[in-house]
C-alpha cells in the first residue's frame, strides 16, 4: 500500500515529538513480536479500556480505534472501508468500524502500516463515552469467534437544570453515578472486579500487586508530566501546539505507565519548558489562538498547520485531554452555565484556561457521540464567552467524505472573523 | 370497531391535554425499557414521547440535520410547546441520542418540573445487572414519590403491574387474529390499536380491547388476502408507513417493533420477590432493543418465532438513518433469514415516500412470485 504524501501530514514544530512515530512503529513491532514468538496474549481494546491491569498480566493490547487513525493517517481506509461497506455495514456508521470490519474481513493482510495489528485472543470494551462502540467489538468479537468483557461505565447526565459544574471535574468528560445512585459506582467496581477475574483467566495468570503498583505509580507520574506540559501551553505565545499535541498523546495514552513514555514526556516537558522560558511560539506573531474540538480527520492533519500561515495556532486538542494542574478562575471570562454535559463544559473550560479566541468543532458525522454535543458547545461558547467555533463537517477516517473546497472557504471566513475579534481581547 | 384506537394516534396531544384538563398528571418517557408501571402506580398516566412529520426548524438549533430524525422531531415538539402538558419526563438510557434529549430538555427547557433519568445497563443478561437495575427502579420510584408527596405501596405496584400485564395478554390477544389468512385485523388497524396503548390511560385502553375482542370474530370486512410481512424498525411512531405498505397490497401480520410486540410481548411475574425486583427482571429480560449488549440471539429468535407463527413471506426493515444499533444487526439478520428482506433506509418525515413506494412495489412484486 502507498503511504500517503507529505502535504497532508501535520508540520511538527517540536523536536521531542518527531520521536512518537519511532515509538508507535517500535510498539507494534514489539507486541507482535511478543504475540507471535513469545505466544503472549493479545486483547483488541477500546480507547477507554484500562491499560494497568493489562500491563500488569504481559497483555499485548492493540486499539482498533488507534489503528483505524493511523491507517487513515497513512491513507489506507478506502479499500476496508468498501469491504465492509459492500458486506451490508451501513456507510453512516463509525468510519473506525467500517474501517476495522473491512480490514478483518480481509484476513488481516500484512501489507499494511505498522504491520497491523495481531490475532485477538479476547476483546475488552467498555461503554465510556459512546454506545455504538458495544456494538462494534461485539461484531469482531463475533467474527473471530473470541472471548469479549464490556465493562460498563454508567453514565449519568447533570443532576440541576443548571447543567454542567464548573470546577476541575469538567475536564473529566465522564459522570460516572450520581450523589442520588450511588449504586451506580459500586457496580462499576463490581465491573472492574470482573475484568480482572476475566484477564486472569484469559491469560492463566494472576496480577501481581507489586508490579501493579509500580506501573500505577509510573502511570501517575506520566500524567503529571501531560499535564505539566498542558500548563505550559496556556502561555502566550504557546510553546506547543495541537499539531504536535496529536502525535504526542500515543505513549501517554497507550503507554501510560512504561518508561519509554517517562523518558518520551521528561524530555517533552524540557523541551516545551525551553521554549516557555524562551518566548519561543509556533508562529513569529502569534495572532488568535484556537482549540480543535471532537476527532480530527486523520487523513488530513495537515489542516491543523493551516492557520499558521495567517499566525494562528490549534493550540489544545480537547478531546484527548486539555487537563492542566490548574484552572483559570481568575479571569474575567467565566461562563454563568457551563452547558448541557460535561464534554461541553470542558470545551468552555478550555477556552478560558488557555485564553482561546475560538474553536474549530470537528464535525465527524459518522461518531455520533461526539458531534450530538457540538451544535451545544458552539451555542454555548457564543451564549457565555462571545467564542465563536467553526463546524468543520467530513468523517475521521473516510476521506471520501472531504469536500476541500468547501472546508477552506469556511476556514478563510472563520480566519478573518477570529483575527479580529482577537485585537480586542478584553479579557486579558 | 378501531375509531378510538385511530383517534387516539390522530390526536394524541389533544386527548393528553384533556386528560391533564380532567386533573390528571402526565409523564412522558421515551423508550420501552421504562418500567412504567412505577409511574402508573404513582397515580399518572404515563404517554410515550413521540415525534412529528413536520419540517424541523427550531430543533436545528441544536441538533445537526443528519442526527436521527426521531430524536429531532421529539426536540422539535418540545421546543415549539407541544409537549407543555406534560408534568414530568422520564428517559431512559437507550442510546446516546435518546441521553441527549434529556440533557437539552434539562438544560434549555424550563418545563416539565419533573425530569427523571434511569440508566440502564448494556450487559441485560450480565454480572450485577438485575441488581443494578433494580436499584434504578428504586431510584425512580423514590424520586416520583418527592415529586408527588405520597408513598408508592407495593400494593399500588401490584396493581398496576396486574393493569399492564392485563393489557399485554389482550394485545396478544388481539395479534391472534393475524394469523388467520386472511387475517382479520389489518397491520394498520393493529398497529393503531398497539400505538394508541402508548398515549392513553392503560385501564381505558384494556376497555376498548374488551370491547374489540367481544366482537371481532364476527367481522365480515376484513383484509383480502395478500402477501404476508412481517416489519421491523428501530423507531415508528405513526401508522403511516404500514398503511402505504397495505395500500400496495401487502397485508403487515407481525412486527419488531418497540411501539409494538416487543412492548408487551413480555409480562411481569406476579408473585415471588418483590414487586420492584420482579419490575427489573421483566424489563431487563424482555425482547431486547439491538442497543443491548449480546441482544442479536434474542430479538433474531422474536423475528424469527413471528415469522414462523404469523406465517410472513417477507420482512421489510425500516432503520431509521444514523440508528446505529439496529444498522449493526442488519447484515447479519439479511443472512439467517430464510425468506426476502427488503431494506428501506428511513426518515421520521417520510420524506422519500415515492421512492419507498416503488421499492414496496417491487418487493411485493417479487413475493407475488414465490
Redesign the interface.
Known sequence: MEEKTEKMKARKHLKTTQDASQIIKQYYAEQQEKASKEGLPVAWCCIAAPRDIMQALDIQAFYPEQYASYLASRDCTTRFIQNAEAAGYANELCGYARAIIGYIMDGLPPDVPVGGMSRPDFFIITSAVCDNRVKWFEEMADMFNAPIYLFEFPEMPPETRQGASSGEEALIMLQIGSKDAPHLLGYTGQQYQGLVRFLEEQTGKKVDPNKLAEIRDRSRDVGKLRREINEYRKAIPTPMGAADGYTAMFPGTYLPGTKISDEFYTKLREEVKYRLDNKIGIVPEEKFRLAWSGIPFWYNMGLINYFEDYGGVVVIDTQYGAAGTTINTSSPRQPKRWGINRMVASVVRAVVDYNLDGVILSYTPTCRALYIDQLEMKNTLEEELDVPALLLESDMVDPSSYNEAETMMKIDAFIEQVTEKAKHRDWL | MFSKFEEVVSQRHDIAQGYKEQGRKIVGYFCDYTPEEVIHAAGMIPVRITGTKDQIDKAD????T??CSFARSCLELALKGTYDYLDGLVVTHS???I??M???W???L?KPEFLH?V?F???IY???AM??FE??VK?LKS?LENFTGHEISDEALEHSIEVYNTNRKLLKEVYEWRKTDPPKISGTEAFAITLSGLLMPKEEHNFLLEELLSTIEGRKDGPQRNARLMIAASMLDDIDLIELIEERGGNVVCDDLCTGSRYFWDGVEVSGSSPVTRLAQRYLRKVPC??S??S?KPRFAHIKAMIEDYHAQGVILYIL??C??H??H??KL?NELDIPLLHLQGEQTLSGLAQIRNRVDAFLEMLGGI
Do not use: F, M
Open positions: 438549533r441544536y441538533l445537526q443528519n442526527v442510546c446516546d441520542l441521553t441527549k434529556y440533557e437539552i434539562q438544560y434549555r424550563e433519568y440508566w445497563p448494556h450487559n450480565g454480572e450485577g441488581q443494578v436499584e434504578e431510584r424520586s439491538p442497543r449488549y449480546q442479536e438513518r444514523c446505529d444499533a444498522l449493526y442488519y447484515p439479511r
